[in-house]
């Protein structure tokens, strides 16, 4: 089997906080061009009548990306990822690293752990990571979001400068901008991906039809993935638009995705869903992957740290 073998010794909360940070920042590096040319995809015909919605820009997750190195460089693709990586170790750190945790307290330690527990665990750390990061998702929106990232007119053009011109622009409240859909989006993504992926798991193990290992690890991940992509978009495209408009545009979240229905239609929460899912299908094989890894790896330091002592 490649990889480290599970340890006779749980992994400690410590471990799966810094280990679930550390992937996630490590799945962002591989999946974020894949991440903005979703975000460039959901923006794109917000500002256009409907007449001029059949000439639109990006095309297609590979045309959007092509046509982003063509016209603004290969380093577009990576606008914004100094946020993303702020964003990851702050926000996986508690919404993936504290999931096990919030579900034993739920569940008072009992080894019947019901949907209904995971459910109430995943929402928990889902809201507990928007209150605490929300700064950094605003930013790297932002960054994604801008086009003509070499051009004069950029909105921002450092991850400092975007978090103080924020701040100045539009109060310390615009830093929290889209928190209450972004609450609602995470609570559904964690809800999808961490359950999804804890009961694919359980029922591959439970069933002899796999071991704990990086097969079975791959089969939860891009399960997880898809499960996710398919209930969040609508949420995520609302969320995206939200936070990346300019001040009055939008007078809420709701009116929003009021004001996408009646200009677009309901397609137009749809946006963006094959790069969504592609980014989210590799984020959660990498991230899932790299996360048992590192679980495994640091218990297995720590334990022959203590062992030589």
Not at 204 to 232: E, K, M, R, Y
Not at 234 to 247: G, I, L
Not at 272 to 281: D, K, N, Q, T
């Amino acid at each position: 089997m490649v990889g480290f073998k599970p340890t006779d010794v749980p992994p400690t909360a410590m471990v799966k906080f810094i280990g679930a940070g550390t992937a996630a920042c490590i799945a962002d590096l591989f999946t974020f061009p894949l991440d903005t040319a979703k975000v460039r995809l959901q923006i794109q015909g917000e500002s256009k009548s409907a007449a001029e919605m059949t000439n639109l820009k990006y095309r297609g997750v590979f045309g959007t990306m092509a046509t982003m190195v063509k016209n603004e460089g290969p380093r577009s693709l990576y606008s914004g990822l100094v946020a993303g990586l702020q964003r990851q170790m702050s926000f996986a750190s508690v919404r993936i690293g504290l999931y096990d945790s919030v579900k034993q307290f739920y569940t008072k330690g009992s080894e019947h752990v019901g949907i209904g527990s995971r459910l109430l665990a995943g929402s928990t750390t889902g809201a507990m990571a928007v209150a605490f990061a929300q700064p950094t998702d605003v930013v790297k929106v932002r960054f994604q979001a801008q086009a003509n990232v070499s051009g004069p007119n950029r909105r921002y053009n450092g991850t400092i400068e975007a978090y103080k011109t924020i701040a100045k622009e539009e109060g310390v409240r615009g830093l929290w901008k889209g928190t209450l859909p972004n609450i609602a989006r995470n609570a559904i993504v964690n809800c999808t991906e961490l359950v999804t992926y804890d009961l694919i798991k359980d029922l591959l193990l439970q069933n002899g039809l796999l071991t704990d290992n990086l097969p079975c690890h791959f089969s939860s991940a891009i399960g997880a993935g898809f499960c996710t992509t398919v209930i969040a978009s609508p949420v995520d495209v609302v969320k995206t638009r939200y936070m990346n408009s300019a001040p009055g545009q939008y007078n809420s979240a709701l009116n929003c995705a009021f004001t996408m229905f009646t200009k677009e239609g309901g397609t137009a929460f749809y946006k963006g869903f094959m790069p969504s899912f592609l980014r989210l299908g590799s984020w959660n094989i990498v991230m899932f992957i790299t996360y048992e890894q590192l679980k495994r790896a640091l218990m297995v330091a720590r334990l022959s740290r203590e062992s030589s002592l």
